[in-house]
């Protein structure tokens, strides 16, 4: 097994839910607990809004803080991608999605190989983790705010590793209450 890092993206401001979701119970703790466990055989970085209650996660887990959330995704990976060692790849995973585990995470983190980068699909839609080598982290510093993961994910000079996986880790997040309550928390 490479030596990697998950980044836990956690920044988000929740809007189509009403507020901050990621403390919301979900089995044994919470929504954001539940990702974090799935990266627990790795260094974790959890980057969160000043609204999310981080007291709750393992000791091990570094936490910067996004105080401008609404900057979007591409800031929060550029924050954590500038804490993370140069030589470690990194496993992006986003921090409404309960579902994602161990298996997942260490599966997608191997599969890289000699690419660039690493995600599940299922039926041609990408999902989660993104795994991405410390040649395409060099990318994430360029991200504009408003970009997303995929502005690098899909990158033209990069090379991809795409693996089928039916597994719903990879897909199902908690975007509204709905979504919730299909969760059976």
Same mark, same amino acid.
């Given at each position: 097994?490479?030596?990697?890092?998950?980044?836990?993206?956690?920044?988000?401001?929740?809007? @189509?839910? +009403? &507020?901050?979701?990621?403390?919301k119970? =979900?089995?044994?703790?919470?929504?954001?607990?539940?990702?974090?466990?799935?990266c627990?055989? =790795?260094?974790?970085?959890?980057? $969160?809004? !000043?609204?999310?209650?981080?007291?709750?996660? !393992?000791?091990? #887990?570094?936490?910067?803080? %996004?105080?401008e !959330?609404?900057r &979007?995704?591409?800031?929060?990976?550029? *924050?954590? %991608?500038?804490?993370?060692? $140069?030589?470690?790849?990194?496993?992006? *995973?986003l &921090?409404?999605?309960?579902?994602?585990?161990?298996?997942l995470?260490?599966?997608m983190?191997?599969?890289?190989?000699?690419?660039?980068?690493?995600?599940?699909? /299922?039926? +041609?839609? !990408? &999902?989660?983790?993104?795994?991405?080598?410390? =040649?395409?982290?060099?990318l994430?510093?360029? *991200?504009?705010?408003?970009?997303?993961?995929?502005?690098?994910?899909?990158?033209?000079?990069?090379? @991809?590793?795409? #693996?089928?996986?039916?597994d719903e880790?990879?897909?199902?997040?908690?975007?509204?209450?709905?979504?919730?309550? /299909?969760?059976?928390?």
């Open positions: 097994m490479r030596e990697a890092t998950c980044v836990v993206l956690a920044a988000g401001l929740g809007t @189509r839910m +009403g &507020g901050e979701k990621l403390s119970p =979900f089995r044994d703790g919470t929504i954001l607990d539940a990702v974090v466990q799935a627990a055989d =790795f260094p974790t970085v959890v980057v $969160a809004s !000043p609204a999310v209650p981080l007291d709750v996660l !393992p000791h091990n #887990v570094q936490i910067v803080i %996004n105080d !959330p609404e &979007g995704m591409a800031h929060s990976l550029r *924050l954590a %991608n500038s804490v993370v060692p $140069a030589e470690h790849p990194i496993a992006v *995973l &921090g409404d999605k309960p579902l994602v585990s161990a298996t995470v260490e599966r983190i191997g599969e890289l190989g000699e690419n660039d980068v690493a995600y599940p699909v /299922r039926a +041609g839609k !990408p &999902g989660h983790p993104v795994v991405f080598s410390t =040649f395409a982290r060099a994430i510093v360029a *991200l504009r705010d408003g970009d997303t993961i995929h502005t690098v994910r899909d990158h033209e000079m990069l090379t @991809r590793r795409t #693996v089928e996986i039916n880790g990879a897909y199902v997040d908690v975007d509204t209450e709905e979504d919730y309550r /299909r969760l059976g928390p």
